[in-house]
C-alpha cells in the first residue's frame, strides 16, 4: 500500500462512518476507485452492494435492488454501501432515483402500496423505542430516516468527456450532497513502490 491509496482510504472510511455520508470518487478507470471503496468498507465493517448489469437490465430491475437495499438499511438497519459505477448508467432513470436518494432518500412510487403495511411493521418496535408516534406518518420518516443513516452511496465516476458535467447540472444531488475525492495521476513513488513490489 503506497501513502497515495493510503490517503484515499482514510477519506472514504473517514465519510462512510458519518451518517448520511456519501461519496463521489472522480477519476479515470484504472486509477482505484472502486478497489479502494471496497477495502474503506470493509475496514468499516460495512457491506458493499453492486448492481450487476446484464442485456436484459432496465430501471425496473435497477428499482427492485433499491428495494433490497432499502429493506436491509431501515427494515434491518444494516449499514450498506452502495458502489456504483458510471458504466453501469444504461439508463438516465438511475441517475435520477440516485439523485433522490441522496437528497431526500425518498425514491417516488419505490414500494407498491400494498408492501407498505409490512415495513411499517419492521420497524414498528425500533421506532417506538426511539420516541416516535405509532402513527403510520411517523413509522415511514423513521424508516427513511434510518435508510439515509445506514445507506452510504458512492459513486465512481470518469471526468472524460462532458458526461459528468451534464450530469451534475441535470442531478444537482450528485455534487450538493456527496464528499467528492479526485483520484489524480500516481505520483512516481507509488509506480517504484508497486514495481519493486511485483517485479
Same mark, same amino acid.
Given at each position: 500500500?503506497?501513502?497515495?491509496?493510503?490517503?484515499?482510504?482514510?477519506?472514504?472510511?473517514?465519510?462512510?462512518?458519518?451518517?448520511?455520508?456519501?461519496?463521489?470518487?472522480?477519476?479515470?478507470?484504472?486509477?482505484?476507485?472502486?478497489?479502494?471503496?471496497?477495502?474503506?468498507?470493509?475496514?468499516?465493517?460495512?457491506?458493499?452492494?453492486?448492481?450487476?448489469?446484464?442485456?436484459?437490465?432496465?430501471?425496473?430491475?435497477?428499482?427492485?435492488?433499491?428495494?433490497?437495499?432499502?429493506?436491509?438499511?431501515?427494515?434491518?438497519?444494516?449499514?450498506?454501501?452502495?458502489?456504483?459505477?458510471?458504466?453501469?448508467?444504461?439508463?438516465?432513470?438511475?441517475? %435520477? +432515483? &440516485?439523485?433522490? /436518494? $441522496?437528497?431526500?432518500?425518498?425514491? !417516488?412510487?419505490?414500494?407498491?402500496? %400494498? +408492501? &407498505?403495511?409490512? /415495513? $411499517?411493521?419492521?420497524?414498528?418496535? !425500533?421506532?417506538?423505542?426511539?420516541?416516535?408516534?405509532?402513527?403510520?406518518?411517523?413509522?415511514?420518516?423513521?424508516?427513511?430516516?434510518?435508510?439515509?443513516?445506514?445507506?452510504?452511496?458512492?459513486?465512481?465516476?470518469?471526468?472524460?468527456?462532458?458526461?459528468?458535467?451534464?450530469?451534475?447540472?441535470?442531478?444537482?444531488?450528485?455534487?450538493?450532497?456527496?464528499?467528492?475525492?479526485?483520484?489524480?495521476?500516481?505520483?512516481?513513488?507509488?509506480?517504484?513502490?508497486?514495481?519493486?513490489?511485483?517485479?
Amino acid at each position: 500500500m503506497f501513502s497515495d491509496a493510503t490517503l484515499h482510504i482514510t477519506r472514504i472510511f473517514r465519510v462512510l462512518n458519518q451518517a448520511r455520508g456519501n461519496m463521489m470518487l472522480v477519476g479515470v478507470g484504472g486509477s482505484g476507485r472502486s478497489s479502494l471503496a471496497r477495502l474503506a468498507s470493509y475496514i468499516a465493517q460495512m457491506t458493499v452492494f453492486t448492481i450487476e448489469i446484464t442485456k436484459n437490465y432496465r430501471l425496473i430491475e435497477f428499482r427492485d435492488d433499491i428495494k433490497k437495499m432499502y429493506l436491509q438499511c431501515g427494515g434491518e438497519n444494516e449499514n450498506i454501501v452502495f458502489l456504483f459505477n458510471d458504466t453501469q448508467i444504461k439508463d438516465d432513470g438511475f441517475l %435520477e +432515483d &440516485i439523485n433522490n /436518494i $441522496l437528497s431526500s432518500g425518498t425514491v !417516488p412510487n419505490l414500494f407498491p402500496k %400494498e +408492501d &407498505i403495511p409490512g /415495513i $411499517l411493521d419492521m420497524v414498528r418496535k !425500533p421506532a417506538v423505542k426511539a420516541g416516535c408516534e405509532e402513527t403510520p406518518e411517523a413509522l415511514w420518516n423513521y424508516f427513511i430516516d434510518r435508510v439515509r443513516s445506514n445507506l452510504h452511496v458512492v459513486l465512481a465516476m470518469s471526468p472524460v468527456g462532458p458526461d459528468l458535467r451534464e450530469r451534475c447540472k441535470m442531478y444537482p444531488g450528485l455534487v450538493n450532497c456527496t464528499t467528492i475525492d479526485f483520484f489524480h495521476t500516481w505520483p512516481a513513488e507509488a509506480l517504484q513502490e508497486v514495481a519493486m513490489k511485483f517485479l
